[in-house]
């Protein structure tokens, strides 16, 4: 299947520094990838949409100006978690489709991130 | 508002074992459901895409059915190994609503095999 590769694995930053969290589609084309987050022992939740050439779209109750994504190319995603507070501390994910939405989804491998 | 519960939560079986693995989802607009695998501290592995059209979904040892109807999918797993121990999610993939185009994730089943 199709690779998506996220990087890094695990971060650990202090409280106010911010944090780049990079996702590529490896060996396709991704105009739109999703970023979610997940908390011990829960299950995923969409943070946002990200749109290849335009803005990302977020879900309700999460901030865009903590949560920066930029989706400057059709294999690239970053999210940026800006100011970083202890509970900002959890499990991210992305993903993509190869194709059009109504395609199997494909993650990466998530990063681990811990703010002190 | 879309819900995908997943039953049971947790499940602990000898090797060998045949299992089913429990998803239901409460609004019938979908475009698929998709099974995932994840272990501690890992992203998801896909395992299994079933169309809103279509029955069931084999690979290997896996098999997933739909009934879209009733909002309900399983995922059976036969000859359990202990390799096949991690959390099983089931996931939607909205076509109406405000989830349009966007998936919903069940809570996850913990599977645990012993040897």
């Known amino acids: 299947g199709a690779v998506v590769s996220q990087h890094p694995s695990r971060v650990i930053c202090k409280s106010g520094t911010s944090v780049k969290i990079e996702c590529r589609s490896l060996?396709?084309?991704?105009?739109?990838m999703f970023w979610y987050r997940q908390f011990p022992k829960q299950s995923l939740m969409l943070m946002a949409t990200?749109?290849?050439?335009?803005?990302?779209?977020?879900e309700q109750g999460v901030e865009k100006d903590k949560f920066l994504i930029n989706h400057a190319s059709l294999t690239l995603s970053t999210l940026t978690v800006t100011s970083a507070h202890p509970e900002d501390s959890s499990f991210y994910i992305c993903?993509?489709?190869?194709?059009?939405?109504?395609?199997?989804?494909?993650f990466g491998q998530g990063t681990r991130l811990t703010v002190v | 508002k879309q819900e995908v519960t997943q039953i049971p939560a947790a499940l602990s079986v000898p090797e060998g074992e045949n299992l089913v693995l429990n998803c239901s989802f409460t609004?019938?607009?979908?475009?698929?459901l998709q099974w995932f695998r994840q272990d501690p501290g890992k992203g998801l592995t896909s395992l299994l895409l079933?169309?809103?059209?279509?029955r069931e979904q084999t690979s290997g040892r896996l098999n997933a059915s739909l009934d879209k109807s009733s909002g309900r999918s399983t995922l059976y797993i036969a000859a359990s190994q202990p390799g096949d121990s991690a959390t099983y999610l089931c996931?939607?993939?909205?076509?109406?609503?405000?989830?349009?185009?966007?998936?919903?994730f069940g809570q996850g089943t913990i599977l645990t095999v012993h040897p």
């Open positions: 993903s993509a489709n190869q194709g059009n939405m109504n395609t199997e989804a494909f």
């Open positions: 060996d396709f084309q991704a105009t739109t």
């Open positions: 996931a939607v993939l909205n076509a109406g609503g405000t989830s349009y185009g966007k998936l919903t």
């Open positions: 609004d019938s607009a979908i475009y698929n």
């Open positions: 079933i169309q809103s059209s279509q």
């Open positions: 990200s749109n290849e050439g335009s803005k990302a779209t977020y």
